[in-house]
């Protein structure tokens, strides 16, 4: 790695390499650490925004676990982790999976339209979706047409389905994402190794656990950050789509720490509900790689 | 042979049976989006024929002239000082020898997976405090800083694949750090920074919560917050005016994507393992 280095400093050190870092510091210093240091600090606070603040110590997290709203909440997160992640990617290792030696023609095509969620704002998604799911929207059209009215609701306006199906939308997202992530990743595993497979005499199946999901450890470690990730942190998609609601029913983390900064103006529990957030996703990364770590 | 042509046929139907579910929503919408003004289409019938007027009347009811301009705006200067301030320190981590690299690394590290959902308050009331609200700084200068990791992460990795030997030579002759830099390194780099443009590009266009805690003025709205805007008024509650706004603010990423789909993909794709 040193070998790589144009500059190895003489006797002492060499201050101006500094001058290279310092405008991207500045900025992320300015615009990224000194807010999460600020957040932290305020996570101990009860304040309105306007007037002193007061130290709390730990009351606002006691209170924000205490919270049966904010539970539910954060269980609301991991429901969505099943669709925006655990789907996705099985999804995408099927399809991999059937795809080890196939070559096929268009793929550059297949490609472009399968990547296509991932390059819209959420906000232009959320709009689609909710058009497809409206009352008079082509999912009802299309339930009423094959006689299954009884079945056709709204379906973001209902309590036991706005849930599931906004977490739908994420699947809708994100399984382009995995299998072109796996695809891409399938073709890089030497033939040999499946040939050496063959000889040995395994299966499909066999062949898909010992030979395509050991080799696709990277790819589903990335595909898992990033949807993970994701899932717990998805602003836009639920603002746009039910706002939190009904009820409480699809509220998030992420949307509870808006209302009540801008909202309730309680800002230094929706500073402490902020970093439980941000414990919580540094959390989950560091499991995913501590998880899926080379042994060797 | 007609075990692979079998092959083939089930394969071919996995991604038709993809692209069209992926598909499905963007022509309803764009369906819905031309359909007659005031007819209302079930959303599972092709409409009778091609209107306009729904685009025409969100462009100028939704404010979408200064939408999209405001978000040139930011998008230019995100994108342009988020390139100049990384390639500078992205240059140094990999190729310079720096004391202390490895905090350094990590601190932005710790940038990279941060939710910036759990720090927008604190970025509002230091706004706010500088009377910065309601302006494009509000916008482009925190988004820097969030795009400022992931840019040097992916500069340094394409740095790190330029051969030593190049520099080393021009060292040789007595070129100066700053002109290894911007005459032998950068123009190796001009791939990966056009990529890195169309990812920043795409980032800040779609960006919406720091707009919407930012801004309040209604001439100061990212196309994205104006289509919210929008989208959330009853005034309009017409879906299909709503998606002739919606397919306006996807319109600039789209056409860009159109030309540029495998920069979007390898960037993000390895973009991602690269990390």
Redesign the interface.
Known sequence: MSTNKIYRPQTNIDYSSYLYILPAFIFYLIFVFFPLADTFYNSFTEWNGISEKKWVGLEQYTKNLANKKITSSIKHSFILIIFYSFLPIMLGLLIAGLMIRVKVRGMATYRAILFLPQILSMIVVGIAWRWIYAPKGPLNSGLDFFGLEEVSRAWLGSFDYSLPFVGLIGTWVMFGFTMILFIAGVQKIPSELYDAAKVDGAGAISEFFNVTLPNLKGEIVVALVFTVTLALRNFDLIYITTGGGPGTSTMIPSMFIYKKAFQMNQVGSASSLGIMLTFLIFTLVSLILIIFRDKK | MNYKNR??I???S??LL??I???Y??F??LF?ALSEPGK?I???TVPSGIYFDNFIKAWTDGGFSNGLFNSFVVVIGVVS?TI???T??A?????????GITP?FA??L??L??????????????MKAYNLTNTYWALI??Q???S??FS?FWLRASF?SIP?SL??AA?IEGAG?LT?LTKILIPQMIPAILTLTVLLF?WT??E??LA??MIQDADMRTA?LA??YF??NKRYGD?AI??AA?IW??LP??IM?IFL?RR??SG??TG??K?
Not at chain 2, 113 to 126: A, D, F
Request: aromatic share 14%; hydrophobic share 60%.
């Open positions: 092959e083939k089930i394969a071919h996995i991604f993809g692209s579910i992926v598909l929503p963007f309803s919408i819905l209302r079930s959303g599972f000082i100049f301030c990384s500078l320190a240059y140094a981590f990999e190729k310079l020898d720096i004391f350094l601190l932005l710790i940038g997976v941060l939710p910036y959902e759990s720090i927008v308050i604190s970025l509002y009331y230091t200068l925190p820097i800083g969030l400022i990791p040097i790190k030593i520099s080393e060292m750090r290894i795409m266009w779609n919406f919560l919407l805690i994205p289509l919210s989208a959330g879906p709503t998606a919606a603010v996807a990423v789209l994507y789909q979007f993909i993000m794709v991602a393992v990390e």
